[in-house]
């Protein structure tokens, strides 16, 4: 909860652009924001030339570096690419879901065979997967989840649709007006995410066991992790941690 007001204040100002599990961090009782190299002020009026942050959490938008749901009547506005605090928000919005999906809610288990599968749809690990782009557009199957976590899922799924509500909303013209439907969405996520915390004090979650489910993977389509990107760099694999 503290990292989503912390990002609240912050995109006042500016655009961290590289929400991950691995800019998040606990310290003092207290969610931080953190490795902000990518950060940019949010009136800068630079265009995103290049993809950046991490792969698994970043903005569909940002990886196919264009507007998504911009549906023009009559004819169509050139605009160039420019990441926007939206895209920070479903950065927000794929930690949640990673959390739920990646997890299982017994130690030394792992999540079923369908939580896996649908955690690779979400998470195909890879750029430009047609995959991951619909698994975002429709609504999450939570009912694979362990029933501990199934309330928070459909909570996320919630969260999911009113994202896809911002992006339309905004994107009604270009360059997108993002400001009142960013509003509105930074209350919905407060909201669900306070009673995501309020509901979740009784439920633990731990690392799967990577060993069994190197053993058994559920799918073939599964490729090398890709999590920090920046197209100017040489790509790395990195795992989840």
Not at 113 to 128: K, N, V
């Amino acid at each position: 909860m503290d990292v989503h007001k912390d990002f609240c204040t912050a995109s006042a100002v500016c655009t961290p652009r590289d929400i991950s599990t691995g800019s998040v961090l606990y310290w003092g009782g207290m969610g931080e924001l953190a490795d902000l190299e990518y950060a940019k002020h949010i009136n800068s009026s630079v265009t995103h030339e290049v993809r950046t942050g991490t792969l698994e959490f970043m903005a569909n938008e940002v990886e196919a570096q264009t507007y998504l749901f911009y549906d023009p009547i009559g004819d169509a506005v050139e605009c160039s690419f420019r990441f926007n605090p939206l895209h920070d928000m479903e950065s927000l919005w794929w930690i949640a879901t990673w959390t739920l999906y990646y997890h299982p809610d017994q130690k030394g288990s792992r999540p079923s065979s369908e939580q896996i599968t649908e955690l690779y749809q979400l998470f195909p690990g890879r750029l430009d997967s047609a995959s991951r782009r619909d698994a975002f557009l429709t609504p999450l199957d939570y009912g694979v989840l362990p029933a501990s976590f199934q309330r928070a899922g459909r909570l996320v799924n919630y969260m999911r649709r009113e994202i896809k509500g911002a992006y339309t909303e905004s994107e009604e013209e270009l360059p997108p007006l993002y400001s009142n439907p960013l509003k509105r969405l930074q209350s919905t996520f407060t909201d669900h995410l306070t009673s995501i915390v309020a509901d979740s004090t009784d439920i633990r979650i731990f690392s799967p066991n990577a060993k069994r489910q190197q053993e058994d993977p559920p799918s073939d389509t599964r490729e090398a992790k890709q999590p920090k990107r920046d197209d100017s760099r040489e790509p790395s694999n990195v795992g989840h941690q």
